[in-house]
């Protein structure tokens, strides 16, 4: 299972982005605590539309706690990262995939980041920005473990109009 993992988000419009990808692609969110924002605001029901009640998620009061109830592997996302994303192989689709991503303003801890090197990584962009915006990077990493999965579960047509809409 893909996991998403947010370590203290701060902006309730990415996480209400975020929710939308991820019952878009079938992943379960986890919320470490503190939140910067009430999971019943207007803007996160906004920016989720209306797929809040198709979420799989969890919350968490500390990072010791989301540890001790998941089991997998461990994947984090900062700017200080070596490596690209697309450098590790996500392909096993029977483990536990937790894809963590810190608050806005600084990141994932450095002694949670010191801890875990060999599992840091950055997605690639130029010098002229510090980052990307959360939700972006969320949706870039999720979809390369998708692609090297092959897209398992996802519809590769679109359900309502039918698959020949176009021809038609």
Same mark, same amino acid.
């Given at each position: 299972?893909?996991?998403?993992?947010?370590?203290?988000?701060?902006?309730?419009?990415?996480?209400?982005?975020?929710?939308?990808?991820?019952?878009?692609?079938?992943?379960?969110?986890?919320?470490?605590?503190?939140?910067?924002?009430?999971?019943?605001?207007?803007?996160?029901?906004?920016?989720?539309?209306?797929?809040?009640?198709?979420?799989?998620?969890?919350?968490?009061?500390?990072?010791?706690?989301?540890?001790?109830?998941?089991?997998?592997?461990?994947?984090?996302?900062?700017?200080?990262?070596?490596?690209?994303?697309?450098?590790?192989?996500?392909?096993?689709?029977?483990?536990?995939?937790?894809?963590?991503?810190? %608050?806005?303003?600084?990141?994932?801890?450095?002694?949670?980041?010191?801890?875990?090197?060999? $599992?840091?990584?950055?997605?690639?962009?130029? $010098?002229?920005?510090?980052?990307?915006?959360?939700?972006?990077?969320?949706?870039?990493?999720?979809?390369?473990?998708?692609?090297?999965?092959?897209?398992?579960?996802?519809? $590769?047509?679109?359900?309502? %109009?039918?698959?020949?809409?176009?021809?038609?």
């Amino acid at each position: 299972m893909i996991n998403i993992v947010l370590y203290e988000p701060e902006i309730p419009q990415n996480t209400g982005n975020i929710m939308r990808t991820c019952v878009g692609v079938g992943a379960k969110l986890h919320l470490i605590k503190p939140l910067g924002f009430s999971l019943d605001e207007k803007s996160i029901k906004r920016s989720g539309a209306n797929y809040i009640d198709k979420l799989n998620y969890e919350v968490y009061e500390n990072y010791e706690e989301f540890i001790s109830k998941n089991k997998g592997i461990y994947y984090y996302f900062t700017r200080y990262g070596k490596k690209p994303h697309s450098s590790f192989d996500y392909s096993n689709t029977n483990e536990n995939i937790y894809l963590i991503f810190g %608050k806005e303003s600084s990141g994932i801890p450095k002694d949670i980041l010191k801890n875990n090197l060999d $599992k840091c990584m950055r997605i690639p962009m130029t $010098k002229d920005i510090r980052s990307l915006n959360l939700s972006n990077c969320v949706a870039i990493v999720v979809y390369e473990v998708l692609r090297q999965q092959n897209y398992i579960g996802l519809l $590769k047509t679109e359900p309502h %109009k039918g698959a020949n809409y176009l021809e038609e």
